[in-house]
Structure formats: C-alpha cells, structure tokens
C-alpha cells in the first residue's frame, strides 16, 4: 500500500472517530508559495490569500466572514514575495461574535486571529475549520487529525499534535489591510 493510501485510510477512521467534514483534496501537500525571503514572519509583514479567487492579494479584515477561515501567506511588503518557502502560511479565521478567549487576544485584530497553518505533528497543512462533530469551528488538519482551537491561542483540542500552533500577531494598516504586528510567538511545526 502507498504512503497516499495509508495517509488516506487513517484519514478516514479518524474523520469517522471525530467528526472531521473535509473533502479530499484537503489532503494536499505543503503550500509551494515560489520564491521566498529569508525569515518567517517579521512586524509590517502583508498577508496574502495563498489560494481561490483572491490569490496573492491583500487579506483585509472587513472582507472576512464569522466562523470562516481563510489561508494566507506571509509576505516581504516590498517584493510580496514569502517569508519562506515552507513556514510562511498562516490560516486566518474570524471567530463569532464573544467566542475570543483571554488567551487570543493579544494577538488579535477584533475577532480575527492568526496562527501558522503548519501542524505541529508533521507539518501538514492546517487550514481550514471543521464543520462537525469536534472539529467544529475548530482548525482541523485533515492529515491525522489534529484540532486546534482558534479562540483559545491553538491550543491542542484532540489528535497527535503535541504542542498549540504559534500565532501572529495581527494589525491593521491603514487601509484595513491585515498585517504583522510582531513575529510568530513560537516555533513553526513539528520540533526538530
Ligand atoms: S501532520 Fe499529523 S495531524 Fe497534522
């Protein structure tokens, strides 16, 4: 059996197990952004949208919707380009109304929060939330089932993953454009 069907099959236990609604193509690969800078994440960074119809424009925070996620990336202001090639995603979510925690807010934008959408068991893309069961609301990834909670700084809901994933902290610029207030505030993904 391939690593793709062994990856599928314990996809799909889980899903069973916890409730994950994915589709299939969540099980995609690390993004491949293209040609990156150096350095994860640094203060007055731009966020751009890293797939759908807006890809590599700005991500502004009145354009997001509650209880919706959104995957970007982080990008030199000047060239647009990633930060790095392999650490620079970040999944965005704008939490309902009263649901932020004490523990998001300080890297929070209003509702909005961010975090790297790099999971912290080995490094599958996490970002999208999930629709059912425990992941609900919850940032899932698809891979082994990890769920972390938005509005509680992506502390470790259930699944694998042994640590929360680092957040970004966020700002506003002046054209309501979200942006990096400061770099991420741990490591990206699983500890080497
Ligand atoms: S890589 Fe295993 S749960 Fe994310």
Known sequence: MSDTQTNRRTFLKISAATGLAVGATALGATPKPGTATSAPAKAGDVLLYQDGPN????VKAADLKAGTAVWAIVADPATKKPRDAT????????LPSGKIKASSKPNA????????SVCT???CPAKQLG??????????????????????????LGGPAPKRLAALPLKL?????????????GNIGPKK
């Open 55 to 58: 890809k590599g424009k700005p």
């Open 109 to 116: 934008v209003g509702d909005v929060v961010a975090y790297s």
């Open 121 to 123: 068991h080995q490094g």
């Open 131 to 156: 629709d059912v069961g425990a992941g609900k609301g919850n940032i899932i990834c698809t891979c082994h089932g990890s769920i972390y909670d938005p509005a509680d700084n992506a502390t470790v």
């Open 173 to 185: 610029d002046a054209t309501g454009q979200l942006t990096a207030g400061a770099p991420f505030t």
């Open 87 to 94: 650490k620079s995603a970040v999944v965005i979510v704008k």
